[in-house]
């Protein structure tokens, strides 16, 4: 099982910007699909980005592609998300997760994907 702690939430104006960070440890974390989900109340979880390890290869939703950058550090085991020109449409809690298993991501996926989530962090845009 991989442990995943996210950080970087906050309240911030629209059109600001925010970098999320996630820490993992455990369970070869570091040769494990990572990826950013988010979820607003009543809907489902969805797909922001996922970084594939080793190779570094990034799958985005590219509806929000001109707005955010992922990026991960495998020394470190850690990946990050930065988001700009936030929109209150973006207000969300921000999730990173997990596969189960060693190895590429080959595309973002949906959330049942991922066996491994952290508690998520709390992103508030204000217009």
């Known amino acids: 099982q991989v442990l995943l702690v996210e950080s970087g939430g906050g309240s911030v104006q629209a059109g600001g910007s925010l970098r999320l960070s996630c820490k993992a440890s455990?369970?070869?974390?570091?040769?494990?699909?990572l990826a950013w989900f988010r979820q607003t109340p009543g809907n489902e979880r969805e797909g922001i980005a996922a970084?594939?390890?080793?190779?570094?290869?990034?799958y985005y939703n590219m509806s929000m592609r001109s707005r955010i950058t992922a990026s991960r550090d495998n020394a470190q085991n850690m990946m990050y998300l930065q988001i700009h020109s936030l929109k209150p449409e973006d207000t969300a809690v921000y999730y990173c997760?997990?596969?189960?298993?060693?190895?590429?991501?080959?595309?973002?996926?949906?959330?049942?994907?991922?066996?491994?989530w952290g508690q998520g962090t709390q992103v508030t845009v204000s217009s």
């Open positions: 970084i594939s390890p080793v190779t570094g290869n990034i």
């Open positions: 455990g369970s070869s974390s570091r040769n494990k699909c």
């Open positions: 997760a997990a596969k189960s298993v060693s190895g590429h991501c080959y595309s973002l996926g949906v959330a049942s994907a991922y066996s491994d």
